[in-house]
């Protein structure tokens, strides 16, 4: 395997965090509902193509998007609509599925996809629902597939408290994976970068047409936004594409049988899990039948879809996040601690201060609860975010030029190269409490408004 490149960093943190999930692929579980969130697609706005009651198939376009039509999001399981769950505004918070016994599924043609063109293999894509597999940079949307991106990433690089371990989820899909890495590879001009950990980089190593890089560091080092900014950095009017590590299966997969594939693979951990453990599955489907079957210790507890920094606050009837390869249970923490902030007050407490004493005694890894110890503050300069963010960026003027919508200044401090989930460690440790990730969604939000 030639490198082109080993990136290091030491800023950032490791969280240790007991409940990681054992290796054990636990294939048993079918369950009933799925649900396609249109949330999970940042800055998609959904048009309706079927209503409630509606017949599925695996594979027929349930909704498109209305800035380009041509992108059509497909059920993950033949079925019945049973519910098109909106809020406010009438805006669709879900479309729940009722699977069938039957899955049936639509079929497309990929014969000779290797001698199509490129707009050819587009429009495949996008007509049969594999194209939200593809994000873009800047802002993390999905991608726009009338652009030709600078360049292609997969990483297989996770660094995120109690991640999935890729190695283990895709130990048996490596000629999936290939096949996939084959097709990005029509896409662009240059062979995809593929990001592997430098310390387990042997399965990944023989993958061929990639330009391999290795990473290394605590965490945020997993993160795309470091991988690509030392790579090919991001330049006013360029398009990066990325692609998770499991969807570049999926798309192996659709190339050999014609047919939409949502195998998911997620990690159910957590210190509140009796029995964490990985599970294959569908995109879409509903927790509760893996939650029970993993068993809960606490009987208040918070279900995150993805991990404790980044995902998305859920509960015991939602559904998996439609790129979510990580479930975490944690108890709810509604707890009052006297003087907690004293050092020698609970050794049992996960700090990332030198002047803890869980630095030093607790080295096993730590049980975490939803308490947030304290509300949010004044926002002041203290250094901390600057120790803690890799990337070439001043993380605090950044904030604080997307807190007053600055636009310029949005673009001089590099809102181009950063994604919300960027600043989850910051969310975590600066003292102020404020949401970061919000903070920079938001501005992400007014640049695609204004810009764009």
């Not at 190695?167 to 593929?194: A, S, T, W, Y």
Request: aromatic content about 8%; some cysteine; glycine content about 8%.
């Amino acid at each position: 395997m030639e490198v082109i490149k080993d990136i290091r960093t030491r800023k950032g943190a490791n969280l240790n965090l007991k409940g990681g999930a054992e290796k054990i692929l636990d294939k048993t579980i079918s369950p009933l509902n799925f649900a396609i969130r249109p949330d999970d697609f940042f800055g998609i706005a959904p048009k309706l193509i079927l209503k409630e009651g509606a017949p599925v198939k695996l594979g027929s376009p349930i909704f498109f998007s209305k800035k380009n039509p041509n992108i059509k999001f497909v059920s993950p399981v033949a079925g019945t609509i049973t519910n098109v769950v909106r809020g406010p505004k009438r805006k669709i918070e879900n479309i729940i599925i009722k699977a069938s016994t039957k899955q049936d599924s639509i079929k497309h043609s990929v014969s000779g996809w290797d001698k199509k063109n490129r707009d050819d293999l587009k429009s495949l894509l996008t007509g049969s629902g594999n194209w939200p597999f593809i994000h873009q940079r800047p802002y993390g949307t999905i991608a726009n597939p009338t652009d030709t991106p600078k360049a292609i990433f997969v990483s297989t690089v996770k660094t995120d408290p109690l991640h999935g371990d890729l190695q283990f989820i895709l130990k048996d899909q490596k000629n999936d994976f290939q096949l996939g890495i084959n097709l990005l590879n029509k896409l662009v001009d240059e062979p995809v970068f593929l990001g592997v950990d430098k310390e387990f980089s042997d399965y990944f190593e023989s993958i061929e047409g990639v330009q391999h890089y290795t990473v290394r560091g605590p965490h945020p080092a997993g993160n795309l936004s470091l991988h690509i900014q030392e790579l090919t950095p991001l330049n006013i009017g360029e398009r990066i594409w990325t692609v998770n590590a499991e969807d570049v299966a999926n798309l192996g997969r659709f190339l050999n049988s014609g047919i939409f594939c949502p195998r998911r693979t997620i990690a159910i951990s957590g210190n509140a899990v009796e029995n964490p453990k990985y599970f294959q599955t569908t995109i879409g489907a509903e927790l509760q039948p893996f939650l029970r079957k993993v068993g809960t210790i606490d009987k208040k507890i918070r279900v995150i879809n993805g991990d404790v920094l980044t995902g998305d606050d859920s509960t015991f009837n939602c559904f998996l996040g439609y790129f979510n390869n990580l479930v975490t249970v944690i108890p709810e923490g509604d707890e009052y601690r006297m003087f907690g902030w004293l050092p020698f007050v609970d050794n049992n407490i996960l700090s990332l201060s030198n002047t803890s004493f869980s630095r030093v005694f607790n080295r096993k890894g730590f049980d975490v609860n939803t308490n947030s110890n304290g509300e949010e503050r004044a926002l002041v300069v203290t250094g901390e975010m600057e120790k803690l963010f890799p990337l070439e960026i001043y993380p605090m003027q950044l904030l604080k030029a997307c807190m007053v919508g600055d636009i310029e200044k949005m673009e001089a401090l590099g809102i181009y190269e950063v994604v919300p989930e960027d600043f989850g460690l910051i969310d975590y440790s600066n003292t102020s409490k404020i949401e970061a990730q919000e903070i920079i969604r938001e501005g992400i939000e007014l640049m695609i408004n204004e810009v764009d």
